[in-house]
C-alpha cells in the first residue's frame, strides 16, 4: 500500500484545499492529512486560526476521499514521518512552512524514504485561504 501524507492548516477549508487533497490521494493508495495545531499555525504564520484545531480535524475528517486525518505535533512538526512513514508527501503548490530543503533533511535524518511532490493550484486567484478570510 502507498501512503501519501499531505499537511495544512485548512483553516477555512474550500475547493482550493480539497483538489489539493484529492491530488495527493491520486499519488497513492492510502492519504494521510495533517491538520496543523493551533500554536505552530500562531508561530508559523504570526496569527491565531480562525477555526480551531479540533475543528479544522473534523472538517478534514468529513472529506470521503481522506482514509486518515490527524493533528500535528506540537513540538517537532516532522515528527509524524516517522510516526506514519509515508511513500510520498505531497505539498500545496504555495506551501512554505518549510523549505523543501529542509524536508528533505528531516526525511534523512529519520531514514524515512518518501518521494516529494507539488501539487498544482486550483484557481488561485479565487481560492487562496490569505484571500478569502
Do not use: W
Not at 499531505?6 to 489539493?20: M, N, Q, R, V
Not at 480551531?52 to 513540538?75: C, H, P
Amino acid at each position: 500500500m502507498k501512503k501519501v501524507m499531505a499537511f495544512g492548516s485548512f483553516d477555512i477549508l474550500h475547493e482550493g484545499h480539497k483538489h489539493y487533497l484529492q491530488e495527493a490521494k491520486s499519488y497513492g493508495d492510502y492519504l494521510i492529512v495533517v491538520v496543523a495545531r493551533d500554536s505552530n499555525i500562531l508561530k508559523f504564520k504570526h496569527q491565531p486560526p480562525k477555526n480551531n484545531e479540533n475543528f479544522r480535524l473534523e472538517k478534514i475528517k468529513e472529506l470521503d476521499f481522506v482514509d486518515e486525518a490527524i493533528l500535528g505535533n506540537e513540538k517537532d512538526i516532522f515528527k509524524v514521518l516517522t510516526e506514519h512513514n509515508p511513500n510520498v508527501i505531497c505539498l500545496g503548490y504555495d506551501q512554505s512552512t518549510s523549505s523543501e530543503e529542509n524536508l528533505i533533511t528531516e526525511l534523512e535524518k529519520r531514514n524515512v524514504k518518501a518521494e516529494i511532490v507539488r501539487a498544482k493550484s486550483y484557481i488561485p486567484e479565487k481560492y487562496k485561504s490569505s484571500k478569502l478570510k
